[in-house]
């Protein structure tokens, strides 16, 4: 069963400065590290856990970073297809989530794109709150995976966020 969501935390943004300046200093100190997912949509519930999206020249960049990472603690930790993730986690509980991505890539990850419209359209941030719940209430129940009951409503906002940006609609669900 996934985390309960909880309220937004203030502190959040501070963590995201932290876990990006340890991940700079690990990996590499030019790397543009970007705070996505709902910890970085000011007054959303979420999981408390910290996205970040790392951008990366090559992922041959992230091969060659990778060992400094894993010797603080990160590890690869997800079934993502399209871009390397690592994750961290303390006292056996995932705290953050470091996603990888290919400057070439950047400009259309879908991570940032989402992250920019819930914090536009604060009626499509509320709707995605709303999916969020009712996914932690579908996997409580048994009848769906967290991640699978709120794919079509992040799916619908991201075809939207895309198109007003000239992108064309792409498959959220990579795993």
Same mark, same amino acid.
């Given at each position: *069963?996934?985390? *309960?969501?909880? /309220? ?7 963590? &995201? ?20 997912? @709902?910890?970085?949509?000011?007054? *959303? ?32 930790? @997800?079934?993502?297809? @399209? =871009?390397?993730? *690592?994750? &961290? ?11 990888? &991505? $290919? $400057? ?15 914090? $536009? =359209?604060? $009626? ?5 709150? =709303? ?12 009848? @769906? ?9 992040? /799916? ?20």
């Amino acid at each position: *069963m996934p985390r *309960m969501l909880v /309220q937004y935390d203030p502190r959040w943004p501070e963590q &995201f400065e932290e876990i990006a300046a340890e991940l700079r200093a690990h990996g590499d100190p030019d790397w543009v590290i970007e705070h996505i997912g @709902s910890t970085a949509v000011p007054g *959303m519930r979420a999981k408390p856990i910290i996205d970040l999206a790392v951008r990366l020249e090559s992922v041959a960049d992230f091969d060659a970073r990778r060992p400094a990472l894993e010797a603080i603690g990160w590890h690869l930790g @997800s079934s993502v297809q @399209s =871009h390397p993730v *690592m994750v &961290f986690e303390e006292n056996g509980t995932r705290t953050r989530i470091a996603h990888f &991505f $290919a $400057a070439s890539d950047w400009e259309t990850v879908n991570q940032r794109i989402l992250r920019d419209w819930l914090q $536009a =359209h604060p $009626a499509d941030a509320d709707r995605y709150v =709303h999916a969020k719940c009712d996914a932690v209430a579908a996997a409580a129940r048994g009848t @769906s995976t967290y991640n699978a009951a709120k794919t079509p409503v992040i /799916q619908d906002l991201v075809d939207r966020a895309r198109a007003s940006r000239g992108l064309p609609t792409v498959p959220v669900s990579d795993k």
